[in-house]
């Protein structure tokens, strides 16, 4: 089966990128337009979105943590 | 330190250290990983700044898993410094997860997204409270479900080998190559490459279709998600498929079975399908609205 142990182990790398792919972009999201000041809101979203945009990012981290 | 914590909120362990208590010299805020049913177990791991315990803050019978952070070092400046710096987000990033499978491997979670940081218990109890159907359905809805990833690759090499097999017209170019004058073998190389390529990349899509269908008997729900490019899977295939699925975990043996299936038959084409996971339900977790949780 395609998911038995020794592949996953082999496609590590993807792994991580899918770790980072769903971390990153994805779960529960509060919508909303991104806070970068902390003092009068009690909800601090980092809006990761705005320069982690998509699966670009997670190219770029994976990429890098290759080299 | 106590005062910090409201009483419905469940606390095992006093955080290392007491947070100020004026809202003016905030120094921690609370990061979370996730949402669970109140009754459920959490672990008993260190949160993403590496000392403080996990916390559960409890309402409407659903239990926000936190742990406090310096703002310090997760503040909206800070992190976004901090996202510049790989290292710390793969740190970072992972820790998250693992302690979202280690909750997963309990109880149903609807995992956060990485940096969602609230400046006060209240704040997260709030929020809880105004999206709690939302959630609570969320988390009966995937009680029995786990999310997988499926990509499909395409070893474009082997896939025009294959076809040149089969296919007349790509078979009767091959041959012209190595038989006609050198100007013709060009061109006829030349026509091989541009008609092969064609019908590599109709195949491909044939596959990838066929592959979907099948797979959409087998699932509950399935997000299509953008293939990543190859200098991304570091693999010499290219990626035609990218899924999240969410299939009810008594299908899971049938639907990794049924991939297996897939790959032995399409193998000649070089397709392969493959499977990740499970996951936390990333891809199916309800969506919160921020304006529900924000203070007045």
Same mark, same amino acid.
Request: net charge negative; glycine share 6%.
């Given at each position: 089966?395609?998911?038995?142990?020794?592949?996953?182990?082999?496609?590590?790398q993807?792994?991580?990128?899918e =770790? @980072?792919?769903?971390?990153?972009n994805?779960? *529960?999201? /509060?919508?909303?337009? +991104? =806070? @970068?000041?902390?003092?009068?809101?009690?909800? *601090?979203? /980092?809006?990761?979105? +705005?320069? @982690?945009?998509?699966v670009?990012?997670?190219?770029?981290?994976g990429?890098?943590?290759?080299e | 330190?106590?005062?910090?914590?409201?009483?419905?909120?469940?606390?095992?362990?006093?955080?290392?250290?007491?947070?100020?208590?004026?809202?003016?010299?905030?120094v921690?805020?609370?990061?979370?990983?996730?949402?669970?049913?109140?009754?459920?177990?959490?672990?008993?791991?260190?949160?993403v700044?590496?000392?403080?315990?996990?916390?559960?803050?409890?309402?409407?019978?659903?239990?926000?898993?936190?742990?406090?952070?310096?703002?310090?070092?997760?503040?909206?400046?800070?992190?976004?410094?901090?996202?510049?710096?790989?290292?710390?987000?793969?740190?970072?990033?992972?820790?998250h997860?693992r302690?979202?499978e280690?909750?997963?491997?309990?109880?149903?979670?609807?995992?956060?997204?990485?940096?969602?940081?609230?400046?006060?218990?209240?704040?997260?109890?709030?929020?809880?409270?105004?999206?709690?159907?939302?959630?609570?359905?969320?988390?009966?809805?995937l009680?029995?479900?786990?999310?997988?990833?499926?990509?499909?690759?395409?070893?474009r090499?082997?896939?025009?080998?294959f076809?040149?097999?089969?296919?007349?017209?790509?078979c009767?170019?091959?041959?012209?190559?190595?038989?006609?004058?050198?100007?013709?073998?060009?061109?006829?190389?030349?026509?091989l490459?541009e008609?092969?390529?064609a019908?590599?990349?109709?195949r491909?899509?044939?596959?990838?279709r066929?592959?979907?269908?099948?797979?959409?008997?087998?699932?509950?729900?399935?997000?299509?998600?953008?293939?990543?490019?190859?200098?991304?899977?570091?693999?010499?295939?290219?990626?035609?498929?990218?899924?999240a699925?969410?299939?009810?975990?008594?299908?899971?043996?049938?639907?990794?079975?049924?991939?297996t299936?897939?790959?032995?038959?399409y193998?000649?084409e070089g397709?392969?399908?493959?499977?990740?996971?499970?996951?936390?339900?990333?891809?199916?977790?309800?969506?919160?609205?921020?304006?529900?949780?924000?203070?007045?």
């Amino acid at each position: 089966m395609p998911a038995k142990q020794a592949d996953l182990v082999k496609y590590r790398q993807i792994t991580l990128l899918e =770790t @980072l792919d769903r971390v990153l972009n994805k779960g *529960i999201v /509060l919508v909303g337009e +991104v =806070t @970068l000041s902390v003092a009068d809101v009690d909800l *601090i979203f /980092l809006g990761l979105q +705005v320069i @982690l945009t998509s699966v670009e990012t997670a190219k770029q981290l994976g990429v890098r943590r290759e080299e | 330190m106590e005062g910090n914590i409201p009483s419905g909120a469940v606390q095992p362990n006093p955080p290392p250290f007491t947070p100020h208590s004026s809202p003016s010299a905030q120094v921690v805020g609370w990061y979370l990983y996730g949402i669970l049913p109140s009754s459920a177990p959490f672990p008993p791991l260190v949160g993403v700044d590496g000392r403080s315990a996990l916390v559960v803050i409890v309402e409407e019978g659903l239990a926000a898993l936190a742990s406090i952070v310096p703002l310090e070092e997760f503040g909206a400046e800070p992190l976004r410094r901090h996202l510049e710096d790989p290292q710390w987000m793969e740190e970072k990033v992972r820790h998250h997860e693992r302690i979202v499978e280690t909750a997963m491997a309990e109880a149903p979670i609807l995992p956060m997204r990485f940096g969602t940081i609230f400046l006060s218990p209240e704040g997260v109890k709030r929020m809880l409270q105004e999206n709690a159907a939302k959630l609570q359905e969320g988390l009966v809805y995937l009680e029995d479900k786990e999310e997988w990833g499926v990509k499909g690759f395409s070893d474009r090499r082997r896939l025009q080998e294959f076809m040149v097999g089969k296919d007349p017209d790509l078979c009767r170019l091959s041959e012209d190559q190595g038989l006609q004058s050198p100007g013709r073998a060009f061109l006829a190389r030349k026509r091989l490459e541009e008609l092969a390529s064609a019908k590599v990349e109709a195949r491909e899509a044939e596959l990838v279709r066929s592959a979907e269908d099948v797979i959409s008997r087998k699932v509950v729900d399935l997000v299509r998600k953008p293939p990543l490019p190859r200098q991304a899977t570091g693999r010499r295939q290219e990626m035609i498929l990218h899924l999240a699925c969410l299939v009810t975990k008594d299908q899971v043996k049938g639907f990794l079975a049924m991939l297996t299936r897939w790959n032995s038959a399409y193998k000649a084409e070089g397709f392969e399908l493959l499977a990740t996971g499970p996951w936390p339900p990333y891809h199916f977790a309800p969506t919160v609205e921020r304006d529900a949780c924000e203070a007045s």
